[in-house]
């Protein structure tokens, strides 16, 4: 009885330690990616309906050089009253805001507004509007000036940015704004939701992971695989070589710092508590290890649990599935949001 008693106190310790240093977390996160907040200028242009549900084309300023693409679908006025929930989803690498338009589409229909942008240098902020060659030379250019942050860290500023616009309409319950993405948007996911309490509620897909676990144990090369042109670019502008987990150290520290240390999945995920966090990540998928998706899943669940909030933190492990989403999970992805934002 005395060893439990002794072990509690010590988890309990452990705990109020680590939550002491969730804000400095936060705040040295939000100084990487700050920059001055310009007037947004909204700009909606009335879509095609899709399903009889209202389009509407957006554009805004995330910051003096940006204007981010985006489009809202809202639900059936006859069906759904008042103030709604608002679902954001993130898209992956490569691809742009229409990939989410199914996610986006059942979202609407469950009352959610549904709102999806494009992420830097992709869709309508590339030069082509799909692929991700505009993203791979930003990424090399981010490593050899030292400026900007267009792997990850960038987009989460648009979509906090993109929260900014939210709040402003009549038609959103800014108390019930939730954000998931798949892959590079499920990374982009868990990056905004721990940076900015207003998103109440946080899906992200096949994106969790432990940067600093998968270079420690060797598993970084899938990773970085998804940004190879631009990973190759900056090692040969380096003159160093590519097959190299200390370069991959360099190259983390200049594109995204702190990702695979202060900023890492463990910690971050740590911020979202006391908030529902639901992680979907698949057993085979060599772009976020599986023991490393644990590790970030198991860090932050005291922080759960201390908050008596250990039922708002789930892990679902889609089997034998390499980088996808599956429908199934899909379903329970969207069954999350509704039961946590009540739409």
């Not at 996610?103 to 507004?113: C, E, P, Q």
């Not at 946080?202 to 042109?229: M, N, Y």
């Not at 922080?303 to 599935?321: F, G, M, P, S």
């Amino acid at each position: 009885m005395k060893l439990l008693r002794l072990c509690a106190a010590l988890l309990a310790f452990q705990v109020t330690a680590w939550a002491d240093s969730l804000p400095d977390t936060r705040a040295a996160y939000l100084a990487v990616i700050d920059r001055p907040r310009v007037p947004l200028k909204p700009e909606l242009t009335e879509l095609p309906a899709v399903d009889g549900l209202k389009k509407y084309h957006l554009w805004y300023s995330s910051d003096a050089d940006e204007r981010v693409p985006g489009y809202l679908l809202l639900p059936d006025p006859k069906s759904f009253k008042g103030p709604r929930p608002v679902l954001i989803a993130l898209h992956g690498t490569g691809g742009n805001k229409d990939n989410m338009g199914d996610l986006v589409l059942r979202a609407a229909r469950a009352g959610f507004i549904g709102v999806a942008i494009d992420g830097r240098f992709h869709g309508e902020r590339s030069h082509i509007g799909s692929g991700s060659a505009d993203y791979n030379v930003a990424i090399a250019h981010a490593f050899e000036t030292g400026k900007g942050h267009p792997f990850y860290y960038d987009t989460s500023w648009d979509v906090m940015r993109l929260i900014d616009y939210l709040v402003t309409r009549k038609d959103v319950d800014a108390a019930r704004i939730g954000l998931t993405g798949i892959s590079k948007g499920g990374i982009e996911t868990y990056f905004t939701a721990a940076a900015d309490p207003r998103v109440a509620v946080a899906v992200p897909f096949i994106g969790v992971q432990s940067f600093k676990w998968s270079l420690e144990h060797g598993q970084w090369r899938a990773r970085i695989a998804t940004i190879q042109d631009a990973f190759n670019a900056s090692a040969a502008h380096a003159g160093k070589s590519p097959d190299s987990a200390d370069f991959v150290r360099e190259f983390y520290a200049r594109v995204v710092p702190g990702i695979d240390g202060q900023f890492d999945g463990p910690a971050m995920l740590s911020l979202i508590a006391p908030r529902p966090l639901l992680v979907v990540n698949a057993d085979s998928d060599a772009n976020t290890p599986i023991a490393g998706v644990r590790l970030a899943v198991e860090t932050a669940r005291p922080y759960y649990v201390a908050a008596n909030a250990a039922d708002r933190l789930q892990l679902i492990i889609e089997e034998n599935t390499a980088h996808t989403v599956n429908p199934d999970a899909r379903d329970a992805g969207l069954a999350w949001f509704v039961r946590w934002l009540k739409p």
